[in-house]
């Protein structure tokens, strides 16, 4: 993907995305992936003016992403749309008759599929589509795996059919933890980066810029 002058970089999702920021300061962008690519590209490419936004919150579903979409998306009109969600539908679905079930996976497609085909027809954006991920530390994050896994294989399919970049992180960040360890990336909860697993974000979604 090729950055343009003035291109307005929008990075969007739930708490991995929020990284802290300060809500009532639009130009806040954390303290984690978003703020080390804005760092890395304003580094690299003084010339090109770039803007780029932070609009992740804490807790969010994709159906917050949806409900929320005209005011933090689309007026923002961005260049570049980068969205990263779909851990937390995972985590509130656990313990009840909903997870892993088709009607549950049917609802977050057609709420997914919804918020990226409006970029398409109300925005002139390039979409990069950003993987949840999920280390299995606590132990008892392999019970998530069931719908996790889904919901990742519906965000891959979606990113064929609508996005200009896909960062795939859930076999990267198990691939680096292996060789370190999982709390190395993901602390005590297996899915809020660290530092070094937000730098890994920002490290895997930087490859998607051209030079």
């Known amino acids: ?40 590209l304003l580094a690299i490419y003084p010339e090109l003016n770039l803007k780029v936004v932070n609009r992740g919150i804490s807790g969010d579903r994709v159906s917050h992403l949806q409900e929320r979409w005209l005011n933090d998306c689309l007026r923002t009109q961005p260049d570049v749309v980068s969205i990263l969600i779909g851990i937390n539908d995972t985590w509130h679905n656990m313990g009840t008759d909903v997870s892993g079930s088709s009607e549950s996976m049917i609802q977050f497609k057609s709420k997914y599929q919804d918020i990226l085909t409006q970029v398409k027809e109300k925005t002139k954006a390039k979409i990069v589509i950003v993987e949840p991920f999920l ?31 896909f960062v795939s992180l859930d076999g990267v960040f198990h691939s680096t933890g292996i060789k370190s360890s999982y709390q190395y990336l993901t602390g005590e909860d297996g899915v809020h980066p660290t530092v070094a697993g937000h730098g890994k974000i920002a490290e895997e979604w930087l490859k998607i810029i051209e030079n």
């Open 135 to 165: 280390l299995p530390y606590p132990a008892d994050r392999r019970e998530w795996r069931y719908d996790l896994d889904q919901r990742i294989q519906i965000i891959r399919e979606l990113a064929n059919e609508y996005a200009d970049e």
């Open 1 to 40: 993907m090729k950055l343009e002058a003035n291109d307005t970089i929008l990075f969007i999702g739930d708490s991995i995305t929020d990284a802290g920021r300060d809500r009532n300061d639009s130009h806040h962008l954390g303290y984690g992936y978003p703020l080390m690519i804005a760092g890395r």
